[in-house]
């Protein structure tokens, strides 16, 4: 199979190429990825075979149909500016790669015919939800944020490419991913980070806000499982059953670590912070046999063993030094 990923070079897109060449050595991945400030290439710097880098912006089509025109079997989208906290500031970025880019490939897909685009969306397209209850795929996509809207605007768009054009599509939506090469911007590597060199741990507003947390390895898995077996035009959600409050998240983080919650710094609440994500997994559980690996427990101190192992990454990446050239 010779796959297109976008976004490779980033956090989740980095983990699953990594996943994906390991399972199948004789695959082909083409990596395209504009490498932006989160983009790394370090990621993957250890691997040779069977991985190809193009550095291009997805909305670009004229550097992005060429390798289409060498055949290619599947898109994975993994592509996107994904802060929230960034799109506050710029929202006109994330109009342009999440909304503008995904429809540019979209395109190629239909024009070359690629068996299978699969669209790596987020569970905040489904906006806030209260103390109980949980999104299914059947929960109508209410964003709150200009991060949020950009990537439900996609997934409207891949959704009507299968629905006028009948081009072979999947969405999946995840919860709040962690794990190894997450970009220290984000909750867990940023309190891991700052807690290791004994600096104040941010915590937005009461630190209340949950989120349904998911080892990065597991959500790999699922979209490998809906790449090959997922049917045409189906939302798949993914998530680990991990509900914790950003509190919890921080004092657990602290106590592996040894180190003293005086750290924990509350500082004012961003605007539009959605109180409360949680995902229902049944359908890609029953339909398509998918089970998470990790548990919360075992997965945040693989990911606490993982940075503390990779200091010189980490410093990378903070310092500006990780690598965004073409290679």
């Not at 699953?16 to 990621?43: M, S």
């Not at 550095?55 to 994904?82: H, M, Q, R, T, Y």
């Not at 068996?115 to 103390?131: C, R």
Request: charged letters at 20%; hydrophobic letters at 35%; aromatic letters at 10%.
């Amino acid at each position: 199979m010779k796959i297109m990923v976008t976004g490779g070079a980033g956090f989740i897109g980095s983990n699953f190429i990594r996943y994906f060449l390991k399972q199948y050595p004789y695959d082909e991945i083409i990596n395209v990825d504009l490498l932006t400030y989160a983009g790394n290439l370090n990621n993957l710097a250890d691997i040779s075979e069977g991985l190809r880098f193009i550095k291009a912006d997805i909305a670009d089509k004229a550097s992005l149909e060429p390798l289409f025109k060498e055949g290619l079997d599947a898109v994975i989208n993994f592509a996107a500016e994904s802060h929230v906290d960034r799109s506050i500031v710029q929202p006109e970025l994330f109009v342009k790669t999440n909304v503008l880019g995904t429809q540019t490939i979209l395109d190629l897909s239909k024009k070359y015919g690629i068996h299978k685009f699969i669209q790596v969306s987020t569970d905040e397209v489904y906006g806030s939800l209260g103390s109980t209850g949980l999104f299914t795929e059947d929960t109508p996509l209410q964003p709150n944020s200009p991060y949020s809207a950009s990537k439900a605007g996609a997934d409207l768009l891949v959704r009507a490419y299968y629905e006028t054009y009948g081009l072979p599509v999947n969405i999946t939506r995840c919860s709040n991913n962690y794990g190894p090469y997450q970009f220290p911007e984000k909750l867990i590597p940023l309190m891991i980070y700052n807690a290791m060199n004994g600096r104040p741990l941010p915590l937005y507003g009461d630190g209340m806000n949950v989120r349904d947390w998911l080892y990065v390895e597991d959500h790999c898995r699922a979209i490998d499982i809906v790449l090959r077996n997922g049917k045409n035009g189906e939302v798949y959600n993914i998530g680990g059953n991990n509900e914790r409050n950003n509190l919890q998240v921080i004092r657990t983080i602290l106590e592996l670590l040894n180190k003293p919650e005086s750290l924990i710094t509350h500082v004012a609440d961003r605007l539009g912070h959605d109180r409360r994500y949680a995902i229902d997994s049944s359908k890609i559980r029953t339909q398509l046999g998918w089970v998470p690996k990790y548990s919360y427990e075992d997965g945040i101190r693989c990911t606490i063993q993982w940075y503390q192992d990779h200091l010189d990454w980490l410093e990378q990446v903070l310092t500006g030094e990780c690598d965004h050239s073409a290679g």
